[in-house]
C-alpha cells in the first residue's frame, strides 16, 4: 500500500486513530483474537492448554507472565534453525539484539513482518499529529542512524539491533518518502561498519544539505548530543572538505567514499559561509539553527535515561522545538507521542490498541489505597493481578505486560509507567523508570530517575563553573560494610577538590528515596561516594558495546551498573581520577 502512496494523508491516518481509540475495549479483544487465531499452532501456546480459545479470561487463565528467561530456551530454538512453529505460527527470519545496556550482554528477540508493520503504524500515527503542529516541506532528514553488522545465527537467522533490522527492511525507506523524511546521507554512510566514519559522513552531508535539511533525528537524543559535541572537534576538517571538495583521508571505507564523491563538489562560498557562522557562535549555542535555518524541529527519543541529555541538546537547538520519538522497546511497540507541543519531560504515549495486547501490573503503593481491609496482609504480599488497557486509572503506575504479534505472550517489558490522562478511551502513558533499575542496600529503592534528579541538583554547583557534567553512571559497593552508593561523573574540565566535596555531599542529600535517608541517618548505608572519571571514559564505554556488535543508534549508556556487566565496572573503576566521600550525614 506505501509504496504507491507519494505524500501520506495524514487526515487520513488521525481519523482512523481516532476511530480505533474510541473503541480501545473491542479493538484490544479482537487484537488477541486475532494474535492468538494466527498463532494457535506454535508449540509454546499448545503446550499451554489454551486449545483454540481465543477469549481475555482464558488467555489470562491459561498463559502465565512471563519474563525473557522464560522464552529464552523458545528463542534460542529459534535462532538455531527449530523448522517447526515454537512462538508463533509463521516462521520467524530475523531476530533482533536488545541493546545490552541493561543486564550487560544482548538479549535474542524474534523479529518478523508483522513487527514490522507496526513500527511503520507508530511512525505514521505520530508523524500525523506532528506535521500537523509541525509541518515540513518535502526536504530532506538529518537523520544520525546507524546500523551494526547484521550476523547470522547458527539456524541461518539474519540477527542485528532492532534498529538494524528495521532500517535494512525495503518499507523503511519507502515509509520515509511518503513522511518527507528522507536521510540526506546515502545508504553507504547508514550501514558503514565504522561509527566515527559514518558520524562525520553524516555531518557533511548535512551541510552540503544545509538549506534543504527540514529536521534533525536519531533513535535517541544522545546521539544527537554526541554527533554536534563530535561537530565542535572537526568542524574545520569539515570546511576543508567542502571547500576543495575532497573527502578527508580518515574516510578509509572505498563504498563510502565512492557514495561521498558523488554529492561532495568544491563551494568555498559554502565553506566560508559554515566557518563564518561556527566562528561567530558563543559557546556553540544554537548551533543547529545556524547551520540548518529551515530546520522546524530535532526528534528523537528523549524520556527515561535520554532526559539528562536534553539540556545540552537546548544548548544546541537554541529556539528549535525538541519533539521526544515514541514509545517502544526491542520486544514491540506501545504508544505513538501524539501531542508533540508537549515537552520532553512531560511527553505522554498514546497507546495504539490494535497493536498487540496490553496488560498492567498495578505497582505495590497503588494496590494498598485499594485494599479495604488491611487485617488480610497476606493479599499485600502477592503481587497485584494486571488490568487491562481500558481499566487503568490516571495518576497511578504500573508495569507493562505486552503480548505481540511476533511470538511474545504475557510479556513483563520491565518498564514502569504512570498514566497521564486517556486520548478517548486508550491511556496516555508517561515512560517512569526501568523496574529493575534500582540501586538498592537496605530498604531504600533508588530508581533511575531519583539518581538523575541528584545528579542535576549537584551538577549546578560545577555549572557555576562553567563545567557540565558529560555523563554519569552508579553502582552498589557492598565491599564496605555497611555498603554504599557509587555516582561515577565524567566532567567537561578540571573542577577544585573543594567543589566536589559539596558536590558528593549534595548528591547524598538529594536522594529523597525515604527508605534511603532513614538507612543513611543510622548508618544502614555507608556515606556516599563520587568518583571523577577521565576523560574519555564514556567513550570507552560506548567502544565496548560497539565491540560487541552494538549499533550507535540503540546505545544507552548505563545508568546503573549491575553485578553482572562487569566490563562495564571495570572500565569505569580503571578510569577513577579523584573520588570523594559524602560527610552530609
Not at 291 to 319: C, W
Not at 355 to 377: M, R, T, W
Request: aromatic share 10%; charged share 25%.
Amino acid at each position: 500500500m506505501l509504496e504507491k502512496m507519494e505524500i501520506l494523508d495524514v487526515e487520513k491516518v488521525i481519523e482512523e486513530f481516532e476511530v480505533m481509540t474510541k473503541d480501545a475495549e473491542n479493538v484490544q479483544r479482537e487484537t488477541l483474537k486475532k494474535i492468538l487465531e494466527e498463532n494457535g499452532c506454535a508449540e509454546y501456546l499448545q503446550n499451554l492448554g489454551l486449545n483454540g480459545r481465543t477469549d481475555p479470561d482464558s488467555f489470562k487463565a491459561y498463559v502465565p507472565l512471563v519474563t525473557h528467561k522464560d522464552l529464552e530456551p523458545y528463542i534460542q530454538r529459534i535462532a538455531d534453525g527449530a523448522s517447526s512453529p515454537l512462538l508463533t505460527g509463521k516462521p520467524i527470519t530475523t531476530i533482533s539484539l536488545s541493546s545490552g545496556t541493561t543486564q550487560g550482554k544482548p538479549k535474542f528477540v524474534p523479529f518478523n513482518d508483522e513487527l514490522m508493520e507496526t513500527t511503520l503504524q507508530i511512525y505514521r500515527t505520530s508523524y500525523a499529529f506532528r506535521n500537523r503542529e509541525f509541518p515540513i516541506e518535502n526536504g530532506k532528514a538529518l537523520q544520525f542512524i546507524y546500523s551494526s553488522k547484521q550476523s547470522k545465527t547458527k539456524g541461518g537467522l539474519f540477527a542485528g539491533t532492532a534498529t538494524t533490522n528495521v532500517f535494512r527492511n525495503s518499507q523503511f525507506k519507502n515509509a520515509m518518502k511518503a513522511m518527507q523524511s528522507q536521510c540526506c546521507s546515502p545508504d553507504e554512510v547508514i550501514f558503514g561498519t565504522d561509527f566515527h566514519q559514518s558520524l562525520y559522513c553524516h555531518l557533511l552531508c548535512g551541510l552540503i544539505f544545509r538549506e534543504e535539511i527540514q529536521l534533525v533525528s536519531s533513535t535517541f537524543a544522545h546521539s544527537i548530543v554526541h554527533a554536534f559535541r563530535t561537530f565542535e572537534q572537526v568542524w574545520e576538517e569539515l570546511c576543508a572538505d567542502i571547500r576543495d571538495g575532497v573527502l578527508t583521508s580518515h574516510i578509509t571505507f572505498p563504498s563510502v567514499r565512492s557514495a561521498m564523491a558523488k554529492l561532495l563538489k568544491s563551494n568555498p562560498e559554502l565553506a566560508d559561509l559554515i566557518h563564518k557562522k561556527c566562528s561567530g557562535l558563543s559557546n556553540w549555542y544554537g548551533l543547529i539553527p545556524e547551520l540548518f535555518p529551515n530546520v522546524k524541529y530535532i526528534y528523537g527519543i528523549m524520556t527515561g535515561s535520554m532526559e539528562p541529555y536534553l539540556q545540552k541538546l537546548r544548548h544546541y537547538a537554541g529556539d528549535l522545538p525538541l519533539l521526544s520519538a515514541d514509545y517502544g522497546s526491542s520486544e514491540g511497540w506501545i504508544g505513538a507521542n501524539v501531542n508533540p507541543n508537549l515537552p520532553p519531560e512531560s511527553a505522554t504515549y498514546a497507546v495504539l490498541p490494535n497493536i498487540g495486547y496490553f496488560e498492567f501490573i498495578p505497582l505495590k503503593e497503588n494496590v494498598e489505597e485499594h485494599v479495604q481491609d488491611k487485617a488480610n496482609a497476606s493479599f499485600l504480599s502477592m503481587e497485584p493481578k494486571p488490568i487491562g488497557l481500558t481499566e487503568v486509572k490516571v495518576g497511578e503506575e504500573y508495569e507493562v505486560i505486552i503480548t505481540s504479534f511476533a511470538g511474545l505472550y504475557r510479556y513483563r517489558l520491565g518498564d514502569v509507567v504512570k498514566v497521564m490522562g486517556f486520548h478517548n478511551s486508550t491511556p496516555e502513558l508517561k515512560f517512569v523508570c526501568r523496574r529493575n533499575l534500582m540501586l538498592t542496600i537496605n530498604i531504600d529503592k533508588t530508581t533511575e530517575k531519583d539518581l538523575q534528579l541528584a545528579v542535576e541538583e549537584a551538577a549546578k554547583l560545577i555549572a557555576e563553573e562553567k563545567m557540565e557534567v558529560l555523563d554519569f553512571s552508579s553502582y552498589v559497593d557492598f565491599s564496605t560494610d555497611p555498603g554504599h552508593y557509587v555516582i561515577f561523573w565524567e566532567i567537561s574540565g578540571e573542577v577544585s577538590d573543594e567543589v566536589l566535596k559539596e558536590c558528593c555531599n549534595c548528591l547524598d542529600r538529594s536522594f529523597v528515596d525515604a527508605g534511603y535517608v532513614s538507612s543513611r541517618k543510622v548508618n544502614a548505608i555507608g556515606p556516599l561516594e563520587l568518583r571523577v572519571l577521565r576523560s574519555g571514559t564514556f567513550q570507552k564505554i560506548l567502544d565496548h558495546y560497539l565491540g560487541l556488535g552494538a549499533a550507535f543508534s540503540q546505545f544507552k549508556t548505563p545508568r546503573c551498573v549491575g553485578p553482572r556487566n562487569n566490563k562495564v565496572l571495570q572500565i569505569l573503576c580503571d578510569n577513577v581520577a579523584e573520588s570523594y566521600f559524602s560527610t552530609a550525614f
